[in-house]
């Protein structure tokens, strides 16, 4: 591993989460202190929420705001634009003839059968989308250029049809960048005021309707993520903290929030991505080859998987669709995405997914959620639909008095309450119908994990699990034994997992180039790879990790794999080098491989990390709890039995029959009947299923 960038300098680091139901803060100091705290999120000014639970969490750990050396965020607020529609008015400027990219798309469908299916709604509407008559051939030339006169009169139209973003996509701009951010440069003097997007400063890559789609994500984002950041960048300077603001991407590095600001569409999955980064961290200490990590919240549940150290990064995604889609098959439900993502499943289960019954009488379990605001009905907040964590503490399984350290008060009898008129439906006790709606939800989030192992040719069985989310500890035991998966790990603070990520992550940055004919030459290669990582360098300074990565298929496929350029000067031989790794790759995905003289290059890329001074290591300290006396509850499993109930801190380093219950400040912990648990040398709660 090459050394970090500096010394840890002395100060706090702050790490913020926002979730659907919480928002999660943990700081750590210049002693390695590990401060954590949670906090019910505060929708729609989610911005409020970290500001407040920083506050708190200083004033927790007696550290004046002004200390503060690095404010570090994962924040929802570009998807949450996209799933409730509440982006701004976008425009799309593009050449003549190519207005109805958005609409023509893909022929794919995410469901074969289903007649009701419809295909979204694009972001930017028929009339708010304009051409220019100009064009970029293919192999550059301008026939014609775009007209100067042509395009302010054009900015007067999108003024006044009150257009506020817009997202520029010319036809083959990727082969004449300087033309395209000639016309955004205009329409920017021309709107002062109005967010414009060049589709080659967010996708400089071939395939019209993805670049369209993504500039289009951008533009229609832009404004949203720019008022939250410029919003939440105030309040902390209100309060004291005037540290830098660094926001993670999606990839799972973290990027200053100016720059997001620019290209937000590279954190939509800005804190799914901090989670898994946090496993990342952790497999890379303990040395864990292959690694399933879940992550389950009050609103979703969440897979990913991580290889040698590595997670699966998507060049592309869709965003808008329901389940995050990073593979083929169900892809068509969303708005394509070329950015850079950590390869996530996601599914609509989570601690506040509401527990219905449809007409013909079958259980569900989400993806309806009750959010923070009322929340589940057992918080006492005026909620009365029947949630997971309704059956949860029905069940026996979450303390019945308070959780998050005793911030939020539990009432079972408000939980029994929301549950009984579905029990009655289905003929069925209360406790019947809470065991029965856990049943569903494990059933529900196989469809993630499966997503991310048997879809892409792992097997699941070969993997160990590690969860995490204010939920994941309950639910991951019985999952890994529907997956054949032998063991489990709880890491530290597993309700602030994905805040852990932030403090542990890299700086990151990510440039492109599309393969050009030009380049066939090795030394052509090497020169552009040089050029974009000399680039990369003088962003993040020199002393920056820069990998080469090639997008690779077979010629005539529609879709590539992403190979990684092994270390050293590029020459004939690293080239085959990386040409086998993309054969062995497609065997291993696709069960098949082929030739040499098949193989196309499509991007090249670099990525650059400057890399984290803090050690996942420095925050896995056992959290400071008041001594407790061992205590029994009823839990229902397959049948009711007194179930044992203890922290962290009291599970021993030899292995314990379940069933357990192990409540953390910020989660609880279930082993089942037939697992046992033990704590390892890095306070994990390690859970293993017996052979039968």
């Not at 969303?334 to 019954?357: K, T």
């Not at 990684?564 to 040409?579: E, I, S, Y």
Request: proline share 7%.
């Amino acid at each position: 591993m090459p050394p970090s960038h500096d010394p840890r300098p002395a100060g706090w680091r702050v790490g913020a989460d926002i979730g659907g139901t919480f928002t999660d803060v943990i700081a750590l100091g210049p002693a390695g202190e590990v401060v954590p705290m949670k906090v019910p999120s505060t929708p729609p000014d989610y911005g409020a929420g970290v500001v407040t639970a920083t506050t708190a969490v200083l004033s927790s750990a007696a550290a004046r705001p002004e200390a503060v050396i690095a404010m570090l965020h994962g924040t929802t607020v570009a998807t949450n634009a996209i799933l409730s529609m509440s982006g701004v008015r976008t425009g799309v400027v593009t050449t003549r003839g190519f207005r109805d990219v958005l609409e023509l798309g893909r022929l794919r469908r995410p469901v074969l059968y289903d007649l009701s299916w419809s295909k979204p709604e694009p972001l930017a509407r028929r009339r708010n989308r304009y051409e220019l008559d100009q064009r970029i051939m293919a192999d550059g030339r301008l026939e014609p250029p775009a007209d100067e006169a042509e395009v302010r009169a054009l900015a007067g139209r999108l003024r006044a049809d009150g257009i506020q973003a817009v997202a520029v996509c010319l036809l083959n701009s990727y082969v004449r960048p300087d033309e395209e951010r000639r016309v955004a440069d205009l329409l920017r003097a021309e709107l002062p005021g109005v967010y414009v997007t060049a589709s080659v400063d967010v996708s400089p890559q071939p395939q019209e309707f993805e670049r369209t789609s993504t500039a289009t994500v951008n533009a229609y984002v832009g404004p949203a993520v720019h008022g939250y950041l410029t919003r939440l960048e105030a309040g902390l300077r209100a309060v004291k903290v005037s540290a830098p603001l660094l926001v993670m991407q999606s990839s799972g590095g973290l990027l200053d929030a100016a720059s997001v600001a620019q290209r937000p569409v590279q954190i939509i999955e800005s804190g799914p991505a901090a989670g898994v980064t946090a496993v990342q961290k952790l497999a890379q200490l303990i040395g864990l080859s292959t690694v399933v990590a879940f992550d389950m919240g009050g609103t979703t549940a969440k897979a990913s998987l991580i290889e040698h150290g590595e997670p699966f990064v998507s060049a592309d995604y869709e965003v808008g669709g329901g389940m995050n889609v990073a593979r083929g098959l169900g892809s068509g439900a969303g708005y394509p995405v070329r950015a850079p993502s950590i390869d996530i499943a996601e599914v609509g289960s989570g601690g506040g997914s509401i527990i219905s019954v449809d007409a013909a009488g079958a259980l569900h379990v989400g993806p309806a959620s009750a959010g923070s605001r009322p929340g589940p009905a057992c918080y006492g907040q005026g909620g009365e639909l029947p949630t997971l964590t309704d059956a949860n503490v029905t069940l026996g399984y979450l303390s019945p008095e308070a959780l998050a350290g005793g911030r939020v008060a539990i009432h079972p009898d408000l939980a029994a309450k929301a549950l009984s008129p579905v029990a009655e439906r289905l003929g069925s006790d209360v406790p019947g119908l809470a065991r029965g709606a856990y049943q569903v939800a494990v059933s529900s989030m196989t469809t993630a994990v499966k997503a991310v192992t048997s879809e892409r040719g792992r097997d699941p069985r070969e993997a160990t699990m590690v969860a995490f989310g204010g939920a994941g500890p309950l639910y991951a035991a019985a999952l890994a034994r529907e997956l054949g998966i032998s063991t489990v790990i709880v890491p530290v603070h597993p309700g602030l997992f994905s805040s852990l990520g932030l403090l542990v992550a890299d700086t990151e940055r990510h440039e492109l180039t599309p393969y050009r004919p030009e380049l066939a030459e090795v030394s052509a290669l090497a020169a552009e790879f040089a050029r974009l990582a000399a680039k990369l360098r003088a962003e993040l300074g020199a002393d920056a990790v820069v990998d080469r990565l090639l997008d690779m298929r077979y010629r005539g496929q529609r879709f590539e794999l992403r190979i990684r350029v092994p270390d050293g000067d590029l020459t004939d031989d690293l080239l085959a080098a990386a040409r086998a790794r993309f054969h062995a790759e497609h065997e291993r995905t696709y069960g098949r491989a082929g030739t040499d003289e098949l193989v196309e290059l499509v991007n090249l890329r670099v990525r650059g990390r400057l890399l984290t001074s803090v050690s996942i290591a420095d925050v896995l300290s056992l959290p400071v709890v008041a001594d407790r006396e061992p205590t029994t509850r009823e839990c229902r499993f397959a049948e009711t039995v007194p179930t044992p109930v203890m922290g962290r801190a009291d599970l021993g380093t030899e292995p314990v029959d379940g069933p357990l219950v192990i409540e953390d400040m910020d989660a609880t912990t279930l082993v089942p009947p037939g697992a046992r648990a033990h704590r390892d040398g890095f306070n994990n709660i390690v859970i293993t299923w017996s052979a039968a």
